[in-house]
């Protein structure tokens, strides 16, 4: 696969970006793309839903490597979001049987509407963070070990989960920040 530069390949022009606004950058992108699989979540066709949400992450991992300049390969990118999800056992599996719920009538609109927006926009998120603490850390595709990852995703996901409380306790609706 061939390598793109990062100023062709980023609207960004990652090289020029000094750490602080790389970081800012990543942030937005990993909220936008959080939220993105949360709409994805409300996708009412088990199985779809979860295909969209797999190709947001895959996306948004293309993106972050982007912006800290990091060769991207899809399939290693799928393979590692898979294992990261993994390490994710309670959320991902979660995500599976709320996507399955779906096809059970009454039940699915609990699960379109609730759970599974939920569960994909958390999940997301860690999935986020963490590339980007092992990124920021000089890592790259190749040396990124899911394992190493599990507190921490599990910290970024609680953090994910804390954020919403706020939002729909304030506002009753999610907002993004500029």
Known sequence: MAETTSASASP???EAMAPTERREVA???????????GVAGLIPIPVVDVLTVGGLQIQML???????DVQFSENRGK????????????ATS?????????AIPVVNILA????MPVLSAGATFAIGKAFIQHFESGGTLLDFNPPDYR??????????E?????RSGTSGAATTTP
């Open 62 to 68: 293309r993106r972050l490597s982007q912006i800290y």
């Open 27 to 37: 942030d937005k992108l990993v909220d936008r793309f959080a939220i993105w699989s």
């Open 79 to 90: 393979a590692l979001i898979a294992a990261l999800a993994g390490t994710m056992i309670p």
């Open 162 to 166: 804390s954020r919403r409380a706020k």
């Open 94 to 102: 979660g995500m599976g049987a709320a996507s399955a719920m779906k």
């Open 112 to 115: 379109a509407g609730f759970v």
């Open 12 to 14: 960004e022009h990652s």
């Open 151 to 160: 507190e921490f995703v599990k910290a970024q996901k609680e953090m994910w």
